[in-house]
């Protein structure tokens, strides 16, 4: 954010908000208001107080995101996260943040992950064509639900007619898909390896074509860079110029989970 001597960062940043209102709403669900989302903006920057060194044009690109996809950021939910890198304000949707997009598209997606030991003891199944799959409960040591015993991620798409389709990804995709992240030896991929496997397999499944695409979806995987979704209509509608603009410019990355700061100043609400 541009700091001003006059106001507090957490007002500089409000203000700056405030003003990008008409904006939102042009592009925003009924299921959110921009001043819902302000306050909830302000709150991330008050638990991550670097997002105030943020530049108004990234901070901008990544509240517009979250306006479109109708997701609220922060732990809490886990639908998306604001992350800061340098000075660059990016945007992470989460794995349970694209299952709700799913959702509100009519399609219900739900992704886990099978470790080495399912696999060996006849837990876990699946073919290809015709795509079936079948994984067993089976209580596991915690030693055998280790990062490097994880073998695959699959997920799974129930579409509105009742068709289902699948993707599995093996360790050896899901591997090559961290190495493409920014943040490939840290961060979400270092301390949350099973919930960034089952992202992966659903960004996988989302953008192989067979499950409808809504302009929410799009965005949200649009946000990210090793992601071009297929969008059943090439040029989606986009209500407002300036954030396709913006979305053009994206260079978001795979980032960092950044924990927040527990002895940062609270934001204020905008009233």
């Given at each position: 954010?541009?700091?001003?001597?006059?106001?507090?960062?957490?007002q500089?940043?409000?203000?700056?908000?405030?003003?990008?209102?008409?904006r939102?709403a042009?592009?925003?669900?009924?299921?959110?208001?921009?001043?819902?989302?302000?306050?909830?903006?302000?709150?991330?920057?008050?638990?991550?107080?670097?997002?105030?060194?943020c530049?108004?044009?990234?901070?901008?690109?990544?509240?517009?995101?979250?306006?479109?996809?109708?997701?609220?950021?922060?732990?809490?939910?886990?639908?998306?996260?604001?992350?800061?890198?340098?000075?660059?304000?990016?945007?992470?949707?989460g794995?349970?943040?694209?299952?709700?997009?799913?959702?509100?598209?009519?399609?219900?997606v739900?992704?886990?992950?099978?470790?080495?030991?399912?696999?060996?003891?006849?837990?876990?199944?699946?073919?290809?064509?015709?795509?079936?799959?079948?994984?067993?409960?089976?209580?596991?040591?915690?030693?055998?639900k280790?990062?490097?015993?994880?073998?695959?991620?699959?997920?799974?798409?129930?579409?509105?007619?009742?068709?289902?389709?699948?993707?599995?990804?093996?360790?050896?995709?899901?591997?090559?898909?961290?190495?493409?992240?920014?943040?490939?030896?840290?961060?979400?991929?270092?301390?949350?390896?099973?919930?960034?496997?089952?992202?992966?397999?659903?960004?996988?499944?989302l953008?192989?074509?067979?499950?409808?695409?809504?302009?929410?979806?799009?965005?949200?995987?649009?946000?990210?860079?090793?992601?071009?979704p297929?969008?059943?209509?090439?040029?989606?509608?986009?209500?407002?110029?300036?954030?396709?603009?913006?979305?053009?410019?994206?260079?978001?990355?795979?980032?960092?989970?950044?924990e927040?700061?527990?002895?940062?100043?609270?934001?204020?609400?905008?009233?």
């Amino acid at each position: 954010m541009t700091t001003s001597t006059a106001l507090q960062p957490h007002q500089q940043m409000g203000s700056f908000l405030t003003g990008m209102e008409t904006r939102m709403a042009e592009v925003m669900p009924d299921i959110l208001t921009p001043k819902a989302l302000i306050n909830i903006v302000l709150k991330c920057a008050g638990d991550v107080p670097k997002l105030y060194a943020c530049s108004d044009k990234s901070l901008a690109l990544s509240v517009m995101v979250l306006a479109e996809t109708g997701l609220k950021p922060g732990a809490t939910m886990g639908h998306a996260y604001l992350i800061p890198r340098g000075n660059e304000c990016t945007v992470l949707i989460g794995y349970k943040g694209l299952v709700e997009l799913a959702r509100r598209n009519g399609v219900h997606v739900r992704a886990e992950v099978v470790y080495q030991k399912e696999i060996d003891d006849g837990a876990f199944s699946a073919t290809v064509e015709p795509p079936t799959l079948e994984h067993s409960f089976l209580p596991l040591e915690l030693a055998d639900k280790a990062d490097k015993h994880l073998a695959l991620a699959y997920a799974i798409a129930v579409l509105p007619g009742g068709h289902r389709v699948q993707t599995i990804l093996d360790r050896g995709d899901i591997d090559a898909r961290r190495k493409r992240s920014a943040a490939s030896g840290n961060g979400p991929w270092g301390t949350d390896f099973a919930a960034m496997a089952r992202k992966s397999a659903i960004r996988a499944l989302l953008n192989g074509g067979l499950v409808p695409m809504s302009g929410a979806m799009a965005a949200a995987l649009g946000s990210e860079p090793d992601i071009a979704p297929l969008v059943a209509d090439p040029k989606p509608r986009r209500p407002n110029a300036d954030l396709m603009e913006l979305l053009d410019e994206s260079a978001a990355q795979e980032a960092e989970y950044v924990e927040p700061d527990a002895d940062a100043p609270k934001a204020e609400p905008v009233a």
